[in-house]
C-alpha cells in the first residue's frame, strides 16, 4: 500500500516507449496528486505507464465502482479547488460514472476524467467485447453535462489536448472535462518523441472575468443607499478569501447574511448570519453568485408544486457572479431568474474585494444619521440572529433525551467532541441541524453541502483525501439510505487510511421521499401508515458497524441511547486522530 503520492518510485524506463508514456507525461505536467479508478481493461496501457514509467507519481485511488472514483475526485476539487484525475473504462465504466459527472457538473467542480475508448481500427477488437464495450463518439454519453470532450486522433495532439481539458476544467464557472483516449493508441510503440513541455503552460486557467467598472459602481450604490440590505449567498466560498470579504462587505454597509451552503460562505455565529425570514422585510438583495434565486426567495407549496415570492414590490435586487455563463442546453439547473435591476457577470473572487472598495469610497463621507439608521439594522440583524440560535439550542435542549435520537441531539452530541479538535463536515449536515448548532469559523470548515442521494459517501472520502495529512478530524454525518447505495466506498477509506469519522444520521428510511408520501396521503386522504411501504430500510435493519469493521473500520453500534453517544463519538474520533484511519459510530435516528 502506498500512503502518499510520492511513497516509492519505480521506474524500469526512463524515457517514454509506448503512446501511453506520452498520456502519463503530459498528466505528470499538470502536477496531479490522484487519480481514481475502477481498473479496466480499455486503459492498460495507460495504468501500466502510471504504475511503471511514473513510478507512483501521480498516486492511484482505487474504487469499487465508477461513481464512487468520479465521487472522490469531486470532493477532493471540493476541497482544495483543484483537480485531480479519475479514469473510466470504455463505454460501459463511462456509463456507470456518469450521476457522479452529472453532480460534479453542478455543483462547478473541476475534475479531469479520462476514458479508455475503442480501439477506434476495427481490425485491432476483440471479438464482442470490444464491440459492445465501444461507441461511436464515446464522449456524446456526458456531452451535456461535461464542460468540454474530445477524443484525441493521433498520438501527437494528446499532450495539447490534455492540457486544454485540465484548462477548461480549472477555468471558472468549473466544471468536468473528459478526455477518450484510444486503446490501440495508449499500446502503439512510439516511432518519435512527442513534446509535452508546454502542457503546463497550455493547461494554466486564464485570468478571472472582472466586472464592468461602470456597472459595478451602480451596484455598489445601489447597495448603498438600501436601508435594510440583504445578501443571498451561493457558490463565492470556492475561494477561501471570499469568506473574509463577505465578512467585511456585510459589516461595513451592514447586510444581512443569508447562506445556501453550496459552499461555505459566511461563518455561522457571526451576528449578522441571518435566515431566510429575513427576506420579507428587505429592501435590496444581492445574490452573490447565486443559480438559483427563487429557493431562498419564495414561499413553497410542495403539494402543489407552486412558490410565492417573498421579496417585497418595490425591492431592489441585484446579482453578481457567473449568470449564464456556463449554462447547458440540456440540464435546467440554472433554475428560474429573477428580474435584477443591476446585474454582473464576473467572477466573484476578482468582483467581491473590487465592490467592497467601492463601498468603501462611498461610505466614507456619509452623515451621521444615515450611519445612525445602518447601525440600527444591524443590530436588527444581530437580534434576529441570537433569537433564532437561542430558538434551535432550546429545541435542541428539549430533543435530548427523546428516543429514538432526535437530528438535533445526534448533531448536538457530536459537536461536544468535534469541537475539541480542528474539524472538518464534508457534505451532510443532518438537516441542517449542524450547520445551527456548530460554529463554522473558517472556510475549510465545510466544502459545501450534500447534493442528492448517492452522492455523500464518495465526495466525503475526496474530502478526506484532501486533508488527509493535516491533523484535522474529517466528520461526515452520513445518511444510511445514501450509504446503501456505495456500502463498499468504505473500503477505500480503509485502504488509504483516510482520516474520516463516519456517524450515521441513521433513520432507516428513505425519508425524503417518505415525507413526500405522507404529504400526498394528508392531500389525498389515504392511510398515512402506509407511507412507510417501499421507503423503510428495516426487515432487516442494516447493521453498519459491521460492516464497517468488515471493511477494516473501527466501529461501533447501532447507538440508540442518546445519552450513549458522545462517548461513543469520542472513542471514535480519538482512533481517526491515533490512528489516521477511519471510524464509524452508527446512530439510529428518529424519521426526519
Not at 496528486?33 to 498516486?59: C, K, M, T
Not at 444581492?286 to 421579496?311: C, G, N, Q, W, Y
Not at 480519538?574 to 428518529?590: F, I, K, R, T, Y
Request: glycine fraction near 8%.
Amino acid at each position: 500500500m502506498t500512503d502518499s503520492p510520492r511513497a516509492h518510485s519505480h521506474a524500469p524506463y526512463d524515457k517514454p516507449t509506448w503512446g501511453s508514456d506520452v498520456m502519463v507525461d503530459a498528466l505528470r505536467q499538470l502536477d496531479l496528486p490522484y487519480v481514481a479508478l475502477n481498473p479496466g481493461s480499455s486503459f492498460r496501457g495507460l495504468h501500466d505507464s502510471l504504475v511503471n514509467y511514473a513510478g507512483d507519481e501521480i498516486q492511484m485511488i482505487e474504487c469499487p465502482h465508477e461513481k464512487i472514483a468520479v465521487g472522490v475526485a469531486h470532493g477532493y476539487a471540493k476541497a482544495t479547488g483543484r483537480p485531480m484525475a479519475v479514469i473510466l473504462h470504455d463505454l460501459v465504466g463511462l456509463l456507470q460514472g456518469t450521476m457522479g459527472v452529472y453532480y460534479a457538473y453542478i455543483d462547478r467542480a473541476p475534475v479531469l476524467i479520462l476514458g479508455g475508448s475503442g480501439p477506434a481500427d476495427h481490425t485491432r477488437r476483440r471479438p464482442y467485447i470490444d464491440w459492445i464495450h465501444s461507441a461511436n463518439v464515446q464522449g456524446q454519453v456526458v456531452r451535456d453535462y461535461t464542460k468540454w470532450d474530445h477524443e484525441p486522433r493521433s498520438i501527437e495532439s494528446v499532450p495539447a489536448i490534455i492540457a486544454r481539458a485540465h484548462r477548461i476544467a480549472t477555468t471558472g464557472p468549473c466544471g468536468p472535462t473528459y478526455v477518450a483516449l484510444d486503446a490501440g493508441m495508449q499500446e502503439d510503440p512510439l516511432i518519435e518523441p512527442v513534446a509535452v513541455d508546454e502542457v503546463a503552460a497550455l493547461a494554466a486557467a486564464p485570468a478571472p472575468v472582472a466586472p464592468d467598472p461602470t456597472t459595478l459602481r451602480a451596484l455598489a450604490e445601489e447597495l448603498c443607499a438600501a436601508h435594510r440590505p440583504v445578501m443571498v449567498l451561493g457558490y463565492a466560498g470556492r475561494d477561501p478569501a471570499s469568506f473574509q470579504h463577505l465578512v467585511e462587505l456585510a459589516e461595513l454597509v451592514g447586510i444581512g447574511a443569508v447562506d445556501t451552503y453550496w459552499r461555505l460562505n459566511f461563518p455561522t455565529r457571526h451576528p449578522l448570519a441571518v435566515y431566510d425570514s429575513v427576506i420579507d422585510d428587505a429592501d435590496c438583495v444581492l445574490f452573490v453568485d447565486v443559480k438559483d434565486m427563487v429557493k431562498p426567495t419564495h414561499r413553497i407549496d410542495r403539494l402543489a408544486r407552486r412558490v410565492e415570492s417573498r421579496l417585497d414590490p418595490g425591492c431592489r435586487v441585484l446579482s453578481l457572479g457567473f449568470g449564464d455563463i456556463g449554462i447547458s442546453s440540456w440540464s435546467e439547473d440554472y433554475a428560474q431568474l429573477i428580474p435584477a435591476h443591476q446585474s454582473i457577470v464576473a467572477d466573484t473572487a476578482v468582483a467581491l474585494p473590487l465592490l467592497l472598495a467601492e463601498c468603501r469610497r462611498l461610505l466614507a463621507d456619509e452623515d451621521a444619521g444615515r450611519a445612525a439608521a445602518r447601525a440600527a439594522w444591524k443590530a436588527d440583524l444581530a437580534d434576529r440572529h441570537e433569537r433564532k440560535h437561542a430558538e434551535w439550542d432550546a429545541r435542541a435542549a428539549e430533543a435530548a433525551t427523546e428516543t429514538p435520537v432526535a437530528t438535533a441531539q445526534l448533531a448536538a452530541a457530536v459537536w461536544e467532541v468535534v469541537r475539541e479538535h480542528d474539524w472538518v463536515l464534508t457534505a451532510g449536515t443532518a438537516s441542517e441541524w449542524a450547520l445551527r448548532l456548530w460554529d463554522f469559523d473558517a472556510p475549510y470548515r465545510h466544502p459545501g453541502r450534500q447534493l442528492g442521494t448517492a452522492t455523500q459517501i464518495g465526495i466525503s472520502l475526496g474530502v478526506a483525501l484532501a486533508h488527509k495529512g493535516t491533523g484535522r478530524l474529517v466528520v461526515d454525518l452520513q445518511p444510511d439510505g445514501d450509504l446503501m447505495f456505495d456500502v463498499g466506498a468504505l473500503w477505500v477509506a480503509s485502504r488509504y487510511q483516510l482520516p474520516l469519522l463516519v456517524v450515521m444520521f441513521n433513520n432507516r428510511a428513505y425519508y425524503n421521499d417518505w415525507e413526500h408520501q405522507e404529504r400526498l396521503a394528508e392531500q389525498r386522504g389515504t392511510p398515512i401508515e402506509r407511507a412507510r411501504i417501499g421507503m423503510a430500510i428495516d426487515e432487516p435493519e442494516p447493521d453498519f458497524a459491521t460492516v464497517a469493521k468488515g471493511f477494516g473500520w473501527y466501529a461501533e453500534g447501532p447507538v440508540t441511547d442518546p445519552a450513549a453517544i458522545t462517548e461513543a463519538v469520542r472513542r471514535a474520533a480519538a482512533h481517526v486522530m491515533e490512528s489516521g484511519g477511519p471510524a464509524l459510530v452508527d446512530v439510529v435516528c428518529q424519521p426526519q
